[in-house]
């Protein structure tokens, strides 16, 4: 019976140990510096605006545990001695492991901007964020403005957190268009105009140059860089990316770039280690996908998939066909396959997009432009079937056909059919233009 010690108690992590337990007797720990019990991530942003309590963000019952036979260490581990099999925590104490698994996730990136260490500079990722959230900007009293720097789906929750308690939001968004690194150039001015709607001070090719901080030695401005201009504010929420939580590696014999370094098989280059979530970097990319992968669902597949090697059957991180969900306040947003913006759309992509006249709906379908394959879909404010846009990648179905199936693959065929003559229509317009 094998020591599995488990580093970050998040999705992957947990569902690692939950599968783990179900497949075998194996002694499980789960070492966390952040919180005594695993809590749903993606859920912080609703305690915030008061739709939950911190407690239901809880998936599980605190006996659950227990009754599972998990450990559960509370603890900050500094140094990994792979030779001795051992871990050294941040308070001198050490603990032996038969194999070592690497979970710890994400941290906010910080670019070496002045003050980005202030009381009052926070990100939006850990339980920690979210009471310094409530300390520092519980009402439009104590935070007079809050500034968010960085356009990606962390910092749209964080601005959409803020104003539900009627804080206003300056959004500092480096690019020309929020996120039009990812998304095609017609949902992402959709978006800008969304956002602006629900008002957001959005700043678009704005760089942060510095934070200052008041004669209490909070956070009093920022600077902008390409006007100098200072704006004031209370709190200032890092939102530019996430990077692999693996600092206390550096003086191990684990092989890492950016994330700890794995195979197929989530193995690193020490036998008996290994890695998975966001702190996990593919040493070869599966398909299109990055080699790093910061996604809630592909976490919980890779605590799957090592599961099974770790219990004797020995099994690839396979993921299948790319996929991933958000909202951008109350526009629903989901992606299927590949749709790439712009900047990354190669040569043999062409697209197809549509938009509803009230600007709060539509979508953009990606094809092989000589063979008519579909590609990929990305949907905004209407509802999509997973498995059956799955389905029809695995199939590789034409475009033709899946534009005229759409309607098999919402949620909502009444609320649905209102806009699918209309979709038809404009796509065979278009094919007819072309």
Not at 100 to 109: Q, W
Not at 165 to 179: A, G, H, K, N, Y
Not at 191 to 199: A, P, S
Not at 375 to 393: P, S
Request: glycine share 8%; charged share 25%.
């Amino acid at each position: 019976m094998d020591n599995i010690v488990i580093i970050g108690n998040g999705i992957s992590g947990v569902t690692l140990a939950r599968h783990v337990r179900k497949f075998s007797d194996h002694r499980i720990t789960l070492i966390s510096g952040e919180t005594d019990y695993f809590f749903s991530r993606t859920a912080l942003m609703y305690v915030y605006m008061g739709h939950m309590k911190f407690e239901h963000t809880q998936p599980y019952e605190n006996w659950f545990w227990k009754k599972n036979r998990i450990e559960l260490r509370k603890g900050i581990v500094n140094k990994v001695d792979t030779n001795s099999k051992t871990l050294k925590f941040s308070n001198g104490e050490t603990m032996s492991y038969d194999k070592l698994v690497i979970a710890t996730g994400s941290k906010p990136n910080k670019f070496g901007w002045p003050g980005q260490d202030l009381e009052g500079v926070m990100g939006l990722y850990h339980k920690q964020d979210l009471d310094n959230l409530e300390k520092h900007a519980p009402n439009n009293e104590v935070c007079k403005r809050a500034v968010i720097v960085g356009g990606g789906l962390i910092g749209i929750e964080l601005a959409e957190m803020l104003s539900s308690r009627s804080i206003p939001v300056t959004f500092l968004v480096r690019e020309s268009s929020f996120w039009n690194g990812v998304l095609p150039e017609g949902e992402s001015q959709m978006i800008n105009r969304h956002i602006i709607k629900h008002g957001i001070d959005l700043r678009l090719s704005s760089n942060l140059k510095e934070i200052k901080a008041g004669a209490n030695g909070k956070v009093s401005s920022i600077i902008l860089e390409e006007t100098g201009e200072e704006i004031s504010c209370d709190v200032v929420g890092l939102t530019a990316g996430v990077s692999p939580n693996i600092d206390f590696l550096k003086n191990s014999e684990i092989e890492t770039n950016r994330g700890v370094l794995v195979n197929r098989y989530l193995e690193t280059n020490i036998p008996d280690v290994f890695a998975i979530g966001d702190c996990a970097e593919q040493r070869k990319a599966i398909g299109n996908r990055p080699t790093i992968e910061a996604v809630w669902y592909t976490g919980r597949m890779m605590g799957e998939a090592l599961a099974q090697t770790l219990c004797g059957n020995r099994m690839p991180y396979n993921p299948g066909h790319w996929f991933n969900s958000a909202k951008f306040f109350d526009i629903e947003y989901q992606t299927y396959g590949w749709v790439h913006s712009k900047k990354k759309k190669p040569d043999y992509e062409a697209q197809f997009h549509w938009r509803h006249e009230d600007d709060t709906k539509c979508i953009t379908v990606a094809y092989h432009k000589d063979t008519k394959m579909f590609l990929g879909i990305n949907t905004f404010g209407i509802r999509m079937r997973h498995k059956t846009f799955n389905q029809w990648l695995s199939e590789e179905r034409k475009v033709d056909y899946v534009i005229e199936h759409l309607a098999e693959a919402n949620f909502d065929p009444e609320f649905y059919a209102r806009y699918e003559t209309e979709i038809v229509d404009a796509f065979h317009k278009k094919l007819q233009i072309a």
